[in-house]
């Protein structure tokens, strides 16, 4: 009986051929994307944009807290009318908080969504010429924890130079400096 392996290479022998050797890569699709310069950018601008929202957010949990603890040190002292009406306060408050950090968490994640898609298209083709000049058969994303590799040789990782080759062809224009205050001599 001969082996399965001669079998697979029988006809390339047939027509006096080696058989192609394959090429395989790996990439972190993650970090690629959070390494360009693009989505560095992207990344401070998303948090540019929910600064002002964290921090209105940030100060109603320090109000509920002040409540809270207003309770805790004047409960004893307290009418059973205050404690009511200042537990109810909290409860609102606490109503409210959650809703607007569901909203937050819900207009980052669609934020985050728009970034992504974007941004996955233009990595897409990047890689795609990159397989394609440098004869990659195939290339695995090692970013997603199910992928069922269990090794892969820093050798055959091309995250880097996804990353560079992604800069060049997606440049990002820089916001401009602050002007310098002039100075008196």
């Known amino acids: ?36 310069k693009e989505g560095q950018k992207a990344a401070d601008e998303l948090s540019k944009k929910l600064e002002p929202r964290k921090k209105a957010i940030d100060g109603k949990a320090a109000e509920i807290r002040g409540l809270q603890d207003k309770l805790q040190r004047g409960g004893a002292a307290m009418s059973d009318t205050a404690k009511t009406d200042l537990t109810r306060q909290i409860d609102e408050r606490t109503k409210a908080y959650n809703r607007d950090m569901e909203d937050a968490q819900a207009e980052i994640n669609d934020d985050q ?61 820089a916001a ?10």
């Open 176 to 185: 401009p400096a602050p002007a310098a205050p002039a100075t008196k001599k």
């Open 113 to 173: 969504r728009k970034i992504v898609d974007v941004m996955q298209a233009k990595m897409t083709s990047v890689i795609d010429k990159y397989a394609q000049a440098n004869g990659y058969t195939i290339i695995f994303d090692v970013s997603n924890p199910n992928t069922p590799l269990l090794y892969i040789s820093n050798m055959i990782d091309i995250t880097r130079d996804i990353i560079e080759l992604y800069d060049k062809a997606n440049p990002v224009t």
């Open 1 to 36: 009986m001969r082996p399965l392996y001669f079998l697979l290479l029988a006809p390339a022998f047939l027509a006096g051929q080696a058989p192609a050797p394959q090429k395989i890569g790996a990439i972190n699709i993650q970090a690629a994307m959070t390494g360009t």
